[in-house]
């Protein structure tokens, strides 16, 4: 993948802090995954505001729903990493 150096200016405090957190992986793959998270979820801000005029506003039960649904997906993903980790422990 191609690459561009760029200059961005960051307050003191949080540089060091993200430098903190990148140090494996290094600041720059830090930085450019945080910017994709960042655009990823201003395209999703964009289709909820598309949905929502097309559909309407969600309802206060719609998103109960969605956050239970979450809270499901969450305990499932725990659940697995509980067992993987159990099972690897036990073939080492």
């Known amino acids: 993948m191609a690459t ?5 200016t960051i307050p003191e405090d949080l540089l060091a802090e993200i430098r903190a957190e990148a140090a494996e992986r290094g ?3 830090y930085v450019a995954e945080a910017l994709r998270f960042k ?17 309407g506003p969600v ?18 993903h725990a ?7 159990h099972d690897a422990g036990e073939a080492a």
């Open 39 to 55: 655009r990823d979820r201003d395209r999703l801000l964009e289709l909820v505001d598309w949905l929502q005029e097309e559909h």
């Open 79 to 85: 659940r697995r990493r509980t067992a993987e980790g």
């Open 4 to 8: 561009k150096k760029v200059t961005v």
């Open 27 to 29: 600041l720059s793959a």
């Open 59 to 76: 309802t206060e039960d719609e998103r109960a729903a969605a956050l239970a649904g979450l809270g499901d997906l969450d305990a499932e």
